[in-house]
């Protein structure tokens, strides 16, 4: 297969699997597979940075392994742990049977009585999985440190046990919704991807792709009304997600076109906030947002 | 279409020339090391190097590693290849270059002490002195074959001349003994302030789990005890100081006390304006015994004074990451702003709406029967919560005095 034909072929497997991708997102996926090297995704909330890594991961047909950030994440429960209950059992056990203490170190300490955490268990896997940092941003700085290791060499050092390395390089993918500065050792070790909100093509070619049963002219008038609601000062300003969820409310309500009641009466599909709320609503009275 | 060439000096092959962009890129301030270099020659092994967009975007996915780097980049790219189609799209970049640019590459991350900062004006004049002599990346290429080295030849690019002069802000070393005390009593007074707002009744439940897993450490003796609840997250400082002419006396002081909260509170951004906002947190930061020099460009440092303009650009670049309920921000400057009407109230109305404290220093007050008429001023003040005055060393103790009357 030409370089041209993987690229292609992978716009292709996305847009099957309903994932509307454009030709920068679709070369740096390219590049992950061929460099091995991690992702970082980023981009305001919404526009699809999750569901990419799961678009992926069903388009190689291989395996995702998510782990959600947020803060206080540790490696105990990112990396490994060491099942302590069974440690002391095992000791217990031991402990009549005048074993060598250095043989029973040697056997508490071994893969047997450690606990898998995603990052671990995406080294262990036969094949090559998906492995998502969401939201990396949520996570302590110091968290970041911790991963520097697996980032760059694929693998993760317990002390107790020695260096674990990938069986199959896993494709990472992290994604932030830049809510804290990430630190340059992290940047430094990953390809970068900014998504953006998308623009009226893409919103209406993703609308249609996932309801193929919505009309041309309703698809248009949501990303339409999402390009225009984009320039309005709001507080959190509607992604790709949100669209997708109005397209399908108007679709259960059977809705043929927008006017200013369905779009009252529907604004809690977009707008996530009472002074957003009051500042579509002002508006929509002006009807600047339904006409071109 | 044929390939024009307007060589200067050539460098035989297109390794080099990439590596010549790579440099370029670090002088702009992007984390450009070796091992990116390697990673974009691996990457254009990688795609397609005739096809112009994916020779493009293989090297910015390398290259960039944050949304404030794509402008850069972008810029830095056009300039070593053009591309012969992209006439029209020049000239519109060129004109929204003049413009304001909400994207403005300004936010930069120093990849190297001895990298200089680059301004916009700057970028825009190396950018007119290479045009010349960039490689014009044609149609015709799309359709020779793949491969490194095929088809494709480059020229060198000129050295980028800098015709703005750098100027250094010198930290003065008298009374700095007296400034960090003044600088500890500024982190007490803000962690008092926030002690109230932390407690909870989750800090004084134990964590079960969390202990044992702790204990292990100790044989299985729980000494650390570990308690639910989130962890107090510590204050956010973001100092933003005028560095205008009209400032001149009172900036080294307001660059004692950054350089001493820099040194003690782990949490601190500072960030120098004039005509543009700079930065320059990472000049701060030393480990050297003596006192840094920053240095900066007549943009930033001892130029006129756009409050408003830059206070947007810092809001519309940093907020994200900087502006949180935690956040205290302190804004340095006698006021005198050269925005266009609107401006400055719209950025400090932003900034007190994600912020918990906002300070404004004005060196004015300390002068005998000064008033805050200016409009600007007086448009200004229903956001600021401590307004002081800031002309000698006391005006920075008696602050810390502000901050626990307000709690």
């Avoid at chain 2, 702009?28 to 091992?35: A, N, P």
């Avoid at chain 2, 020049?90 to 991350?109: F, I, Y």
């Avoid at chain 2, 200089?116 to 004006?121: D, L, V």
């Avoid at chain 2, 602050?399 to 307000?406: D, Y």
Wanted: charged share 30%; hydrophobic share 35%.
């Amino acid at each position: 297969m030409s370089i041209q034909d993987g690229i292609r072929s992978i716009e292709e497997e996305f847009d099957q699997h309903g994932y509307i991708t454009d030709h920068a997102v679709a070369i740096s996926l390219h590049l992950v597979k061929t460099l091995q090297k991690p992702l970082l995704i980023e981009g305001p909330a919404g526009v699809g940075k999750t569901e990419l890594a799961k678009v992926l991961a069903r388009s190689l047909n291989t395996k995702l392994i998510r782990l959600q950030c947020y803060e206080g994440l540790d490696a105990a429960h990112a990396m490994y742990e060491w099942n302590y209950a069974k440690q002391m059992l095992h000791i217990q056990m031991r402990n009549g049977t005048n074993a060598d203490p250095t043989q029973i170190k040697e056997e508490i300490f071994s893969e047997d009585f450690l606990l898998t955490r995603p990052l671990l268990q995406a080294l262990k896997e036969e094949k090559a999985p998906v492995l998502l940092i969401d939201e990396i941003d949520r996570a302590d700085e110091e968290f970041e440190a911790f991963l520097l290791e697996m980032l760059a060499e694929f693998q993760i050092s317990i002390p107790e046990l020695g260096t674990i390395r990938a069986n199959e390089r896993p494709y990472i993918i992290l994604t932030s919704n830049r809510t804290r500065e990430l630190s340059d050792a992290l940047r430094r070790r990953c390809l970068y991807q900014w998504v953006d909100y998308p623009d009226f093509e893409k919103e209406t070619a993703m609308i249609k792709k996932r309801f193929p049963d919505i009309s041309a002219k309703l698809a248009d008038q949501i990303a339409a009304f999402m390009q225009k609601l984009r320039t309005l000062p709001l507080a959190k300003i509607p992604g790709g997600a949100e669209s997708l969820d109005w397209a399908e409310s108007l679709l259960y309500l059977h809705v043929n076109e927008l006017d200013k009641e369905i779009v009252t009466e529907t604004l809690g599909c977009f707008i996530k906030g009472k002074e957003d709320w009051k500042t579509v609503e002002a508006v929509l009275e002006e009807e600047e947002l339904l006409h071109p | 279409m044929i390939l024009s060439f307007q060589p200067l000096s050539r460098t035989g092959n297109l390794t080099e020339y990439v590596l010549l962009f790579c440099q370029a890129l670090r002088r702009e301030g992007l984390l450009v090391g070796i091992q990116e270099e390697i990673d974009s020659l691996r990457a254009l092994e990688a795609v397609a190097i005739t096809n112009y967009e994916q020779f493009k975007f293989a090297l910015q996915t390398v290259l960039c590693s944050g949304k404030e780097d794509i402008p850069i980049f972008e810029d830095v790219f056009y300039q070593y290849f053009e591309k012969k189609d992209d006439t029209r799209e020049m000239q519109k970049r060129k004109t929204k270059d003049g413009q304001s640019d909400p994207h403005s590459p300004h936010n930069k991350r120093k990849s190297g002490s001895n990298d200089e900062p680059m301004t916009k004006t700057k970028r825009k004049q190396g950018k007119n002195k290479e045009m010349s002599s960039s490689f014009s990346y044609g149609a015709d290429q799309q359709n020779t074959s793949e491969g490194l080295g095929q088809a494709i030849q480059f020229m060198a690019a000129k050295a980028n001349k800098q015709s703005q002069k750098p100027r250094e802000a010198i930290i003065p070393e008298s009374d700095l003994d007296k400034m960090e005390k003044a600088a500890y009593r500024f982190i007490k007074a803000l962690k008092l302030r926030q002690s109230r707002r932390t407690s909870s009744i989750d800090g004084l439940l134990l964590h079960g789990r969390k202990t044992i897993r702790r204990s292990m450490h100790t044989g299985g003796v729980p000494i650390d005890l570990m308690f639910k609840g989130k962890k107090p997250e510590q204050a956010k400082i973001v100092l933003l100081g005028d560095g205008s002419r009209s400032m001149a006396p009172y900036t080294p002081r307001f660059l004692q006390f950054a350089y001493c909260l820099t040194a003690k509170h782990r949490y601190t951004e500072t960030f120098l304006f004039s005509n543009s906002l700079t930065h320059v947190t990472s000049q701060l930061k030393t480990e050297e015994r003596y006192l840094p020099a920053l240095h900066m460009y007549e943009d930033t440092w001892g130029s006129g004074t756009c409050i408003g303009d830059s206070l947007n650009e810092f809001v519309k670049q940093y907020s994200h990451a900087y502006l949180t309920r935690n956040t205290i921000v302190l804004i340095m400057s006698d006021g005198l702003d050269t925005s266009e009407a609107g401006q400055m109230k719209e950025a400090l109305q932003e900034i007190k709406k994600k912020t918990s404290l906002l300070l404004w220093f004005n060196p004015l007050l300390g002068t005998p029967g000064y008033q805050p008429e200016l409009t600007r001023i007086r448009e200004a003040l229903p956001y600021i919560d401590i307004f002081a005055e800031a002309h000698r060393l006391d005006s920075y103790v008696q602050v810390s005095r502000e901050i626990n009357k307000q709690r």
